[in-house]
């Protein structure tokens, strides 16, 4: 007997689901506006994403590890065709150690298949703006919004702590926002166990697609422009804040100051990392405090973007949980 | 340069290397797996008669000749891909350095692009460009040929390319020739009237037996 149809659909996983739902949206509203080849080729083209970087880094050392495993078994069919032994024959005949292998690597491209899949989302938020919201910005809603809940500007407040050393400081912190996630994701995925690794790359997508979901509802250029004449004194950093502003315009979109995703991925990421091991969280919980601090100090983000952020992570990581709880078959379970 | 300037493009270029690299690894070592399971299958399939009766565990004839057909095809993908040069990265490599008129190097990163048949009409422009600056006609000459076969691959700037290399090499009737299609294919006056220029002086130094 056939199954009803319902269970022929493939069991993916959430943030499968999520990257393929949004995948197919934009797809579609690109199509629409005839826009999708030149900017999907565009961003494939830059590549320069660091999540694309060290997950294909961690491939290519799985791949040494199978070219390593090649060499000792070429030599051992040397050996066996040279007249050797049962041993030699072992080694030569047996594949299950690269079917191991061949399946980790495997495992391992499909868990982060959806992390793949959303490096094109972050980009394509420009243009949802544009089909979407036209020219529109609401960093007044987000001023008010500040002086109401807060009764003031915190990136105009902080103005009194501006110093070279600490705009550098702050600088490498909000840079090393690039590097440090993927850095927890790998790290989660090497000292923890696989369901956490899994879960770690469902939140990341989650917050990811949310997040930018409200940069469409809500664009917004932040403080740095939109209170530029506010600021009476000027950041004064030097090569570390060059290298943070170059980078960032590389990669940011123009309209992404609501919520922070700088808080609120880093949020996130900081309770995986504990999840993982107390050593790791206390190791990345600086450079992401830094992070924190540095959205302000460098006008980035608005204070009600943190506030938002911070409610983003702890609302994704409660939805994360839930889902994994309610549907455990499709994660991998732990080892024994 | 500035130094913030001097950062940005250290920082852009540490970046197109990081990537570039880290392709180049990924597909070399695919490559060299499909290499190895590829010698190991060969290894075992020619040693048949020596190790079917001696050795337990020897794989059935039709499994062995399958993994030896699946390992030589993907070694074929694989190694294709493994040798076959990054086109954007040759690419912008190789118009930095015609960018600095560093022919030399700029040949290096054209000309595998070429070997390799890229599709890229410009790639072709711009080795052509790069040997004659260097004074080398006749491989000029066969790539830019090689240019306008393909789609676009034939325009004005071309044509007068192309006709330079064959003044270079004394054959000033195919000179003239070029000169002729490029003025028809230019739609800018300036250019037009620079062409005409050219392939006059032409005419004065080299005046045809008789005319």
């Known amino acids: ?336 | 340069m500035s130094w913030e300037a001097a950062v940005e493009l250290a920082v852009q270029r540490a970046g197109f290397w990081l990537i570039h690299l880290n392709r180049v690894a990924a597909l070399v070592l695919v490559a060299l797996v499909s290499l190895l399971f590829f010698c190991r299958m060969a290894l075992l399939r020619l040693s048949r008669g020596r190790l079917a009766g001696r050795v337990a565990g020897y794989p059935p004839l039709p499994r062995l000749d399958g993994m030896l057909l699946l390992s030589g095809g993907l070694l074929a993908v694989s190694g294709y891909w493994a040798l076959k040069p990054d086109e954007a990265f040759y690419r912008t490599v190789g118009g930095a350095a015609f960018a600095e008129n560093d022919f030399r190097r700029a040949i290096t990163f054209y000309e595998p692009l070429v070997h390799w048949g890229s599709r890229t009409p410009d790639v072709y422009h711009q080795l052509g460009r790069s040997y004659l600056a260097l004074g080398r006609c006749r491989p000029a000459l066969s790539v830019l040929d090689r240019a306008f076969a393909l789609p676009g691959g034939e325009s004005a700037d071309a044509r007068v390319l192309s006709a330079v290399g064959h003044e270079c090499v004394g054959d000033v009737p195919r000179a003239l020739s070029d000169l002729e299609r490029a003025l028809a294919l230019s739609r800018v006056p300036e250019q037009q009237e620079a062409i005409r220029a050219h392939a006059e002086g032409l005419r004065r130094r080299f005046p045809r037996p008789g005319a």
């Open chain 1, 1 to 336: 007997m056939t199954a009803p149809w319902p269970r022929r659909i493939p069991r993916l996983r959430l943030g499968e689901y999520l990257a393929l739902a949004w995948l197919v949206a934009a797809g579609l509203l690109f199509l629409a506006a005839g826009r999708w080849e030149p900017r999907i080729g565009g961003e494939v083209g830059r590549g320069y994403f660091p999540f694309l970087q060290v997950f294909l880094l961690i491939v290519s050392v799985s791949l040494l590890r199978l070219a390593l495993l090649g060499v000792g078994k070429l030599a051992a069919t040397w050996r066996l065709v040279a007249g050797g032994d049962a041993a030699a024959a072992e080694g030569a005949l047996g594949f299950s150690e690269e079917a191991r292998l061949l399946r980790q690597i495997g495992g391992f491209v499909r868990d982060c298949a959806p992390l793949y899949l959303i490096l094109f989302v972050y980009p394509t938020s420009d243009l949802l703006i544009d089909a979407l919201q036209g020219t529109r910005l609401v960093d007044d809603w987000l001023i008010r919004a500040d002086l109401a809940l807060f009764g003031g500007h915190w990136t105009v407040w902080a103005e009194r702590f501006v110093s070279p050393l600490l705009t550098e400081l702050l600088s490498l912190c909000y840079f090393l926002h690039i590097v440090i996630p993927p850095l927890i994701v790998l790290a989660v995925g090497l000292v923890g166990p696989r369901a956490l690794f899994v879960e770690t790359i469902e939140g990341f997508v989650l917050i990811s697609l949310l997040g930018v979901s409200l940069y469409v509802v809500f664009p917004a250029v932040g403080p740095y422009q939109a209170l530029a004449h506010l600021y009476t004194r000027d950041l004064a950093g030097g090569v570390l804040q060059e290298v943070n502003r170059v980078v960032i315009e590389a990669t940011r979109v123009p309209r992404d100051a609501f919520p922070s995703l700088h808080v609120g991925i880093s949020a996130l990421l900081l309770v995986y990392a504990f999840r993982a091991g107390r050593w790791l969280g206390l190791l990345v919980l600086p450079p992401i405090v830094g992070n924190w601090l540095a959205t302000v100090y460098l006008r980035y983000h608005y204070t009600i973007d943190l506030v938002a952020g911070f409610l983003l992570a702890a609302a994704v990581y409660e939805l994360v949980r839930r889902w994994t709880r309610r549907f455990p078959e499709v994660s991998p379970s732990p080892p024994a």
